[in-house]
């Protein structure tokens, strides 16, 4: 099992001397994502990238990916054949069903003191390029300015911590933003069932399980249309809503942010899309132990 493609090289090697058979679980886009990172040499590294895909195409007996974002993926970056692609849908959820189902609203209110009257906007990821967080913190502070019932929790770590927190700074809205570094996986179900819209502006995401995770704690959800947020959310809007930072004025965040918040049939009627979406995806049963014994 490879799960990454600079990794290519070492499994046709396995192959090789010992007559197995390589699967490659594919979890992202990996050109999109190295094409959003500002690396030393990227041009190389994405040519280097795309020679290794190519030679995959070759070794890899099984490309195993988590939804069928990635699955397109593989057929058009990759040009795999379909018959050597299996989907097996990543499963965040099922060990925590029990833990959801006892804990109340409110606890992250009242731990932290935020009041009633203040609308929680949570983002969950890691603080890299490919996130968006940049994006979100402008289009936050243009929402904040209009309307300052709003506060910003995000969640995550990562190489620009430090570089967001003086943009925080620099906009001016430190008083209605939290940084969380590191916080156990339990404990992030209680932020999902205070916060009032789950935001994640990414410019590149393969699959996007905190969006599946929100939509399941019926939190609404509004996401950049790209890659598996897109298949998420459904292209009709039917489970959330798209803010595309590339196209989109910092109006249209401010209104759709406002009808997630304030129109309550509007809010019912796509959180009970989600969560109907998600509870179906997570029921589905296959492992990749299914297709190990298969193949």
Not at 9 to 25: E, M
Not at 93 to 122: A, E, H, P, V
Not at 149 to 155: E, K, P, W, Y
Request: charged content about 30%.
């Amino acid at each position: 099992l490879i799960y990454s493609t600079t990794f290519i090289f070492s499994a046709f090697f396995v192959k090789k001397f010992v007559s197995g058979k390589v699967f490659f679980i594919l979890t992202n886009e990996p050109i999109l994502l190295l094409s959003t990172r500002d690396y030393y040499l990227k041009k190389i590294r994405i040519l280097y990238l795309r020679f290794l895909q190519f030679l995959s195409k070759f070794i890899v007996d099984k490309f195993i990916t988590i939804n069928e974002n990635t699955k397109k993926y593989v057929l058009k970056q990759i040009k795999a054949k379909p018959d050597k692609i299996e989907v097996i849908l990543q499963n965040t959820i099922n060990d925590y069903k029990t833990f959801i189902q006892k804990i109340s609203k409110g606890f992250i209110r009242k731990k932290f003191n935020i009041s009633l009257d203040k609308k929680i906007i949570l983002s969950v990821g890691r603080l890299e390029k490919e996130k968006g967080f940049f994006d979100l913190l402008h289009a936050f502070s243009y929402l904040v300015k209009r309307d300052s019932r709003f506060l910003l929790i995000i969640i995550g770590s990562g190489s620009l911590e430090q570089d967001l927190k003086k943009e925080v700074e620099k906009l001016g809205i430190q008083h209605n933003v939290i940084f969380f570094s590191h916080i156990l996986k339990k404990d992030l179900w209680y932020y999902y069932n205070d916060a009032d819209v789950f935001v994640l502006l990414s410019k590149t995401e393969g699959l996007g399980l905190v969006f599946w995770e929100a939509m399941y704690m019926r939190v609404p959800v509004l996401g950049s249309p790209v890659g598996g947020i897109l298949e998420s959310i459904g292209e009709n809007e039917e489970r959330g809503l798209f803010f595309d930072p590339k196209n989109d004025n910092f109006d249209i965040f401010y209104d759709k942010i406002k009808v997630l918040v304030d129109d309550y049939s509007f809010r019912k009627k796509i959180t009970d899309n989600a969560y109907n979406y998600i509870s179906k995806k997570i029921n589905e049963s296959k492992t990749i132990n299914d297709i190990w014994i298969k193949e």
